[in-house]
Protein backbone atom coordinates (compact mmCIF):
# COMPACT_ATOMS: atom_id res chain seq x y z
CA UNK A 1 0.00 0.00 0.00
CA UNK A 2 1.46 3.14 -0.80
CA UNK A 3 1.61 6.07 1.68
CA UNK A 4 0.00 9.15 0.83
CA UNK A 5 1.21 11.85 2.92
CA UNK A 6 -1.73 14.05 3.56
CA UNK A 7 0.05 17.07 5.41
CA UNK A 8 2.32 17.95 2.10
CA UNK A 9 -1.62 18.95 0.20
CA UNK A 10 -5.19 19.66 1.02
CA UNK A 11 -7.13 16.97 1.24
CA UNK A 12 -9.60 18.82 -0.58
CA UNK A 13 -9.52 21.42 -3.74
CA UNK A 14 -12.44 23.11 -4.66
CA UNK A 15 -10.16 25.38 -6.82
CA UNK A 16 -10.52 22.33 -9.32
CA UNK A 17 -14.28 22.90 -10.38
CA UNK A 18 -13.51 26.75 -10.66
CA UNK A 19 -10.93 26.08 -13.03
CA UNK A 20 -13.11 26.67 -16.43
CA UNK A 21 -16.17 28.41 -17.73
CA UNK A 22 -17.39 24.73 -18.74
CA UNK A 23 -17.03 23.10 -15.07
CA UNK A 24 -18.04 26.70 -13.35
CA UNK A 25 -21.61 26.32 -15.51
CA UNK A 26 -21.72 22.61 -14.35
CA UNK A 27 -21.85 23.23 -10.43
CA UNK A 28 -23.55 26.36 -11.06
CA UNK A 29 -26.25 26.50 -8.02
CA UNK A 30 -28.75 29.14 -9.28
CA UNK A 31 -30.37 30.15 -12.79
CA UNK A 32 -31.34 33.39 -13.62
CA UNK A 33 -33.26 33.78 -17.00
CA UNK A 34 -35.49 36.92 -18.30
CA UNK A 35 -38.29 34.65 -16.43
CA UNK A 36 -37.41 35.72 -13.60
CA UNK A 37 -37.54 39.79 -14.31
CA UNK A 38 -40.64 41.82 -13.64
CA UNK A 39 -40.31 45.09 -15.36
CA UNK A 40 -41.38 48.63 -13.60
CA UNK A 41 -41.91 51.69 -15.86
CA UNK A 42 -43.41 55.09 -15.72
CA UNK A 43 -46.43 56.53 -17.60
CA UNK A 44 -46.93 60.10 -18.55
CA UNK A 45 -49.53 61.87 -20.49
CA UNK A 46 -48.80 63.26 -24.13
CA UNK A 47 -47.81 61.50 -27.51
CA UNK A 48 -44.56 60.36 -28.10
CA UNK A 49 -42.34 61.36 -25.54
CA UNK A 50 -40.13 60.35 -23.21
CA UNK A 51 -38.52 62.23 -20.46
CA UNK A 52 -35.57 61.61 -18.68
CA UNK A 53 -36.05 61.32 -14.33
CA UNK A 54 -32.53 62.89 -12.73
CA UNK A 55 -32.19 60.37 -9.99
CA UNK A 56 -32.31 57.18 -12.12
CA UNK A 57 -29.98 57.99 -15.05
CA UNK A 58 -31.50 55.59 -17.93
CA UNK A 59 -34.82 55.21 -17.31
CA UNK A 60 -37.59 57.59 -18.31
CA UNK A 61 -41.02 58.41 -18.45
CA UNK A 62 -43.14 56.95 -21.12
CA UNK A 63 -46.14 58.37 -22.96
CA UNK A 64 -48.35 55.23 -23.91
CA UNK A 65 -47.58 54.85 -27.22
CA UNK A 66 -44.23 54.90 -25.80
CA UNK A 67 -45.22 52.33 -23.28
CA UNK A 68 -46.33 49.92 -26.17
CA UNK A 69 -43.07 50.23 -27.72
CA UNK A 70 -40.84 49.40 -24.36
CA UNK A 71 -43.46 46.36 -23.81
CA UNK A 72 -42.52 44.95 -27.55
CA UNK A 73 -39.19 44.78 -26.57
CA UNK A 74 -39.89 43.55 -23.43
CA UNK A 75 -41.51 40.70 -24.99
CA UNK A 76 -38.74 40.16 -27.39
CA UNK A 77 -36.11 39.78 -24.49
CA UNK A 78 -38.10 37.12 -23.27
CA UNK A 79 -39.60 39.14 -20.03
CA UNK A 80 -43.05 38.00 -19.19
CA UNK A 81 -44.01 41.20 -17.04
CA UNK A 82 -44.47 45.06 -16.72
CA UNK A 83 -45.14 46.98 -13.72
CA UNK A 84 -46.79 50.40 -14.69
CA UNK A 85 -46.82 53.82 -12.83
CA UNK A 86 -48.33 57.09 -13.63
CA UNK A 87 -46.58 60.14 -13.38
CA UNK A 88 -48.77 62.92 -12.11
CA UNK A 89 -48.42 66.51 -11.42
CA UNK A 90 -49.10 68.62 -8.50
CA UNK A 91 -51.92 70.25 -10.70
CA UNK A 92 -53.46 66.91 -11.08
CA UNK A 93 -53.79 65.63 -7.63
CA UNK A 94 -56.91 66.00 -5.57
CA UNK A 95 -57.91 65.17 -1.79
CA UNK A 96 -60.46 62.50 -3.12
CA UNK A 97 -58.01 60.80 -5.26
CA UNK A 98 -60.86 60.14 -8.15
CA UNK A 99 -58.34 59.97 -10.83
CA UNK A 100 -57.47 56.39 -9.55
CA UNK A 101 -60.22 54.62 -10.15
CA UNK A 102 -61.39 56.68 -13.24
CA UNK A 103 -61.45 54.15 -16.37
CA UNK A 104 -59.75 55.88 -18.36
CA UNK A 105 -56.84 57.40 -16.14
CA UNK A 106 -52.76 56.41 -17.84
CA UNK A 107 -52.62 53.56 -16.40
CA UNK A 108 -55.72 52.06 -17.17
CA UNK A 109 -55.62 53.47 -20.98
CA UNK A 110 -51.95 51.87 -20.98
CA UNK A 111 -53.07 48.52 -19.55
CA UNK A 112 -55.81 48.58 -22.88
CA UNK A 113 -53.10 49.69 -25.63
CA UNK A 114 -50.38 47.17 -24.49
CA UNK A 115 -53.11 44.30 -23.90
CA UNK A 116 -53.84 45.38 -27.60
CA UNK A 117 -50.73 45.33 -29.43
CA UNK A 118 -49.04 42.36 -27.20
CA UNK A 119 -51.58 40.10 -25.45
CA UNK A 120 -49.05 37.76 -24.08
CA UNK A 121 -47.52 40.60 -21.83
CA UNK A 122 -48.48 40.20 -18.24
CA UNK A 123 -49.41 43.41 -16.91
CA UNK A 124 -49.14 44.35 -13.03
CA UNK A 125 -50.40 47.29 -11.42
CA UNK A 126 -49.43 49.60 -8.06
CA UNK A 127 -52.81 50.26 -6.25
CA UNK A 128 -52.17 53.31 -3.74
CA UNK A 129 -53.84 56.39 -4.01
CA UNK A 130 -50.28 58.43 -3.69
CA UNK A 131 -49.95 58.79 -7.31
CA UNK A 132 -53.01 60.68 -7.25
CA UNK A 133 -52.89 62.20 -3.70
CA UNK A 134 -52.65 66.04 -2.61
CA UNK A 135 -50.49 64.59 0.00
CA UNK A 136 -48.47 62.34 -1.59
CA UNK A 137 -49.79 59.39 0.76
CA UNK A 138 -51.41 55.78 0.04
CA UNK A 139 -54.12 56.34 1.71
CA UNK A 140 -56.72 59.67 2.42
CA UNK A 141 -55.79 61.76 5.23
CA UNK A 142 -58.41 63.51 7.66
CA UNK A 143 -56.96 65.35 10.49
CA UNK A 144 -53.29 64.28 9.71
CA UNK A 145 -54.12 60.74 9.90
CA UNK A 146 -53.88 58.33 7.46
CA UNK A 147 -57.15 56.46 7.30
CA UNK A 148 -57.72 53.07 6.85
CA UNK A 149 -61.24 51.64 5.90
CA UNK A 150 -61.98 54.34 3.85
CA UNK A 151 -59.09 54.35 1.63
CA UNK A 152 -59.68 50.73 1.16
CA UNK A 153 -62.62 51.00 -0.18
CA UNK A 154 -61.14 53.72 -2.48
CA UNK A 155 -58.89 51.03 -3.52
CA UNK A 156 -61.45 48.34 -4.35
CA UNK A 157 -62.46 50.68 -6.45
CA UNK A 158 -59.36 51.54 -8.04
CA UNK A 159 -58.57 47.31 -8.38
CA UNK A 160 -62.16 47.06 -10.52
CA UNK A 161 -60.99 49.69 -12.53
CA UNK A 162 -57.90 48.09 -13.39
CA UNK A 163 -59.22 44.87 -13.43
CA UNK A 164 -61.85 45.58 -16.28
CA UNK A 165 -58.81 47.55 -18.11
CA UNK A 166 -57.27 43.83 -18.37
CA UNK A 167 -54.53 43.84 -15.64
CA UNK A 168 -53.33 40.08 -14.71
CA UNK A 169 -51.59 41.21 -11.39
CA UNK A 170 -52.76 43.33 -8.76
CA UNK A 171 -50.01 44.58 -6.72
CA UNK A 172 -51.55 46.85 -3.75
CA UNK A 173 -48.52 48.40 -2.27
CA UNK A 174 -50.75 51.13 0.19
CA UNK A 175 -50.35 48.70 3.22
CA UNK A 176 -53.74 49.22 4.67
CA UNK A 177 -55.06 46.69 7.08
CA UNK A 178 -58.00 44.33 5.46
CA UNK A 179 -57.51 45.25 1.74
CA UNK A 180 -56.67 42.07 0.31
CA UNK A 181 -59.17 40.67 1.58
CA UNK A 182 -61.62 43.45 0.63
CA UNK A 183 -60.17 43.53 -2.95
CA UNK A 184 -60.24 39.84 -3.06
CA UNK A 185 -63.82 39.44 -2.36
CA UNK A 186 -64.76 42.28 -4.75
CA UNK A 187 -63.06 40.76 -7.77
CA UNK A 188 -64.97 37.67 -7.08
CA UNK A 189 -68.14 39.28 -7.22
CA UNK A 190 -67.56 41.45 -9.97
CA UNK A 191 -66.38 38.53 -12.25
CA UNK A 192 -62.84 39.32 -12.01
CA UNK A 193 -61.91 35.94 -10.20
CA UNK A 194 -58.91 34.89 -12.58
CA UNK A 195 -57.07 37.81 -11.39
CA UNK A 196 -54.18 37.42 -9.37
CA UNK A 197 -52.95 39.66 -6.57
CA UNK A 198 -48.85 39.99 -5.50
CA UNK A 199 -49.00 41.98 -2.31
CA UNK A 200 -46.42 44.44 -1.24
CA UNK A 201 -46.83 42.34 2.06
CA UNK A 202 -43.42 42.81 3.70
CA UNK A 203 -43.06 46.54 2.86
CA UNK A 204 -40.70 48.91 4.71
CA UNK A 205 -40.98 52.44 5.61
CA UNK A 206 -37.71 53.07 3.74
CA UNK A 207 -35.31 55.74 2.46
CA UNK A 208 -34.88 53.98 -1.02
CA UNK A 209 -37.81 55.08 -2.23
CA UNK A 210 -36.93 58.83 -2.75
CA UNK A 211 -35.86 58.56 -6.40
CA UNK A 212 -39.64 56.79 -7.02
CA UNK A 213 -41.30 59.95 -5.80
CA UNK A 214 -39.25 62.03 -8.12
CA UNK A 215 -40.61 59.90 -10.75
CA UNK A 216 -44.27 59.72 -10.07
CA UNK A 217 -44.32 63.23 -8.63
CA UNK A 218 -44.97 62.84 -5.06
CA UNK A 219 -41.52 64.08 -3.97
CA UNK A 220 -42.88 67.80 -3.82
CA UNK A 221 -46.50 66.46 -2.45
CA UNK A 222 -45.80 64.46 0.37
CA UNK A 223 -46.48 65.86 3.66
CA UNK A 224 -44.74 63.68 6.95
CA UNK A 225 -43.55 59.95 5.92
CA UNK A 226 -45.18 56.50 5.25
CA UNK A 227 -44.53 55.71 9.21
CA UNK A 228 -47.54 54.36 10.32
CA UNK A 229 -48.32 52.14 7.97
CA UNK A 230 -45.27 50.80 6.32
CA UNK A 231 -43.16 48.39 8.11
CA UNK A 232 -40.31 49.42 10.84
CA UNK A 233 -37.38 48.78 9.22
CA UNK A 234 -36.06 47.05 12.72
CA UNK A 235 -39.41 44.54 12.21
CA UNK A 236 -38.40 40.99 10.41
CA UNK A 237 -41.64 39.41 12.45
CA UNK A 238 -44.00 42.08 11.78
CA UNK A 239 -42.92 41.81 8.48
CA UNK A 240 -43.50 37.93 8.60
CA UNK A 241 -46.87 38.65 10.18
CA UNK A 242 -48.02 40.79 7.21
CA UNK A 243 -46.92 38.36 4.69
CA UNK A 244 -49.56 35.43 6.68
CA UNK A 245 -51.61 37.53 6.58
CA UNK A 246 -52.30 38.57 3.39
CA UNK A 247 -51.40 35.01 2.13
CA UNK A 248 -54.84 34.44 4.34
CA UNK A 249 -56.56 36.82 2.75
CA UNK A 250 -56.27 35.79 -0.52
CA UNK A 251 -52.59 37.14 -1.99
CA UNK A 252 -51.58 34.38 -4.70
CA UNK A 253 -47.81 35.53 -4.36
CA UNK A 254 -46.18 37.98 -2.12
CA UNK A 255 -43.34 40.44 -2.49
CA UNK A 256 -40.57 41.92 0.02
CA UNK A 257 -39.97 45.50 -0.74
CA UNK A 258 -37.11 47.28 -0.81
CA UNK A 259 -34.57 43.75 -1.80
CA UNK A 260 -30.84 44.07 -1.30
CA UNK A 261 -31.10 45.75 2.06
CA UNK A 262 -33.86 42.97 3.46
CA UNK A 263 -32.64 39.63 1.78
CA UNK A 264 -33.25 38.12 5.33
CA UNK A 265 -36.93 37.99 4.53
CA UNK A 266 -36.73 36.83 1.29
CA UNK A 267 -35.33 33.88 2.36
CA UNK A 268 -37.15 33.55 5.59
CA UNK A 269 -40.72 34.34 3.41
CA UNK A 270 -39.69 31.38 1.16
CA UNK A 271 -38.76 28.76 3.49
CA UNK A 272 -41.88 29.83 5.63
CA UNK A 273 -44.72 29.95 3.22
CA UNK A 274 -43.16 28.81 -0.06
CA UNK A 275 -45.64 30.82 -1.97
CA UNK A 276 -44.55 32.53 -5.14
CA UNK A 277 -41.93 35.31 -3.89
CA UNK A 278 -40.85 38.18 -5.53
CA UNK A 279 -38.88 41.12 -4.04
CA UNK A 280 -38.74 44.69 -5.22
CA UNK A 281 -35.25 46.18 -6.07
CA UNK A 282 -36.50 49.70 -5.66
CA UNK A 283 -35.27 52.91 -6.88
CA UNK A 284 -32.76 53.45 -4.29
CA UNK A 285 -31.34 50.85 -5.04
CA UNK A 286 -31.09 50.89 -8.58
CA UNK A 287 -29.80 54.67 -8.33
CA UNK A 288 -26.86 53.71 -6.07
CA UNK A 289 -25.51 51.43 -8.70
CA UNK A 290 -26.02 53.82 -11.74
CA UNK A 291 -24.16 56.61 -9.38
CA UNK A 292 -21.50 54.24 -8.54
CA UNK A 293 -21.03 52.96 -12.22
CA UNK A 294 -21.30 56.35 -14.24
CA UNK A 295 -18.28 57.18 -11.69
CA UNK A 296 -16.64 54.77 -12.71
CA UNK A 297 -16.30 53.09 -9.18
CA UNK A 298 -18.30 49.98 -9.82
CA UNK A 299 -18.82 47.80 -13.35
CA UNK A 300 -22.64 48.48 -12.77
CA UNK A 301 -23.43 45.34 -15.52
CA UNK A 302 -21.79 43.16 -13.26
CA UNK A 303 -22.91 44.91 -10.53
CA UNK A 304 -26.50 44.61 -11.59
CA UNK A 305 -25.89 41.19 -12.23
CA UNK A 306 -24.52 40.11 -9.35
CA UNK A 307 -27.16 41.95 -7.81
CA UNK A 308 -29.97 40.38 -8.95
CA UNK A 309 -28.74 36.80 -8.57
CA UNK A 310 -28.39 37.18 -4.97
CA UNK A 311 -32.22 37.49 -4.97
CA UNK A 312 -32.63 34.19 -6.64
CA UNK A 313 -30.15 32.63 -3.69
CA UNK A 314 -32.01 34.34 -1.54
CA UNK A 315 -35.36 32.21 -2.75
CA UNK A 316 -37.15 35.00 -4.80
CA UNK A 317 -38.73 33.62 -7.58
CA UNK A 318 -38.13 37.38 -9.50
CA UNK A 319 -37.39 40.36 -9.31
CA UNK A 320 -38.86 43.62 -10.03
CA UNK A 321 -35.76 46.22 -11.57
CA UNK A 322 -35.94 49.03 -13.64
CA UNK A 323 -32.66 46.70 -15.09
CA UNK A 324 -35.26 44.33 -16.29
CA UNK A 325 -34.03 45.00 -20.37
CA UNK A 326 -30.69 45.44 -19.23
CA UNK A 327 -29.95 42.65 -17.47
CA UNK A 328 -32.12 40.63 -19.85
CA UNK A 329 -29.94 41.61 -22.79
CA UNK A 330 -27.02 40.92 -20.17
CA UNK A 331 -28.32 37.35 -20.45
CA UNK A 332 -28.51 37.09 -23.66
CA UNK A 333 -24.83 37.55 -23.93
C1 LIG B 1 -46.37 53.59 -3.78
C2 LIG B 1 -45.14 52.88 -4.16
C3 LIG B 1 -43.83 53.26 -3.83
C4 LIG B 1 -42.99 52.42 -4.54
C5 LIG B 1 -43.79 51.53 -5.25
N1 LIG B 1 -45.12 51.82 -4.99
C6 LIG B 1 -43.33 54.38 -3.02
C7 LIG B 1 -43.73 54.54 -1.64
O1 LIG B 1 -44.25 53.65 -0.99
O2 LIG B 1 -43.50 55.65 -1.15
C8 LIG B 1 -41.50 52.53 -4.54
C9 LIG B 1 -40.78 51.89 -5.67
C10 LIG B 1 -39.38 52.33 -5.84
O3 LIG B 1 -38.79 53.04 -5.00
O4 LIG B 1 -38.80 51.96 -6.86
N2 LIG B 1 -47.21 53.07 -2.88
Same mark, same amino acid.
Given at each position: MPQF??? $????????RLRRTPALRAMVRETAMTPDNLIWPIFLQAGRDEESAIASMPGVTRRTVDRAVKAAREARDLGIPAMCLFPYTGIES????????? $????LTNTAIRAIKDAVPEMALMTDIALDPYNINGHDGFVEDGEIVNDRTVEALVKMALAQARAGADILG??????GRIGAIRAALEAEGHGHVSILSYAAKFASAFYGPFRDAVGASGA?????KTYQVDPANPREALRMVARDIAEGADMVMVKPGMSYLDLCRRAKDEFGVPLFAYQVSGEYAMIEAAAQNGWLDGDRVMMESLLAFRRAGCDGVLTYFAPRAARAMAG
Open positions: PTA $SYPLARPRRTEDCAEAW $SDDNPSDMMDLKGDK
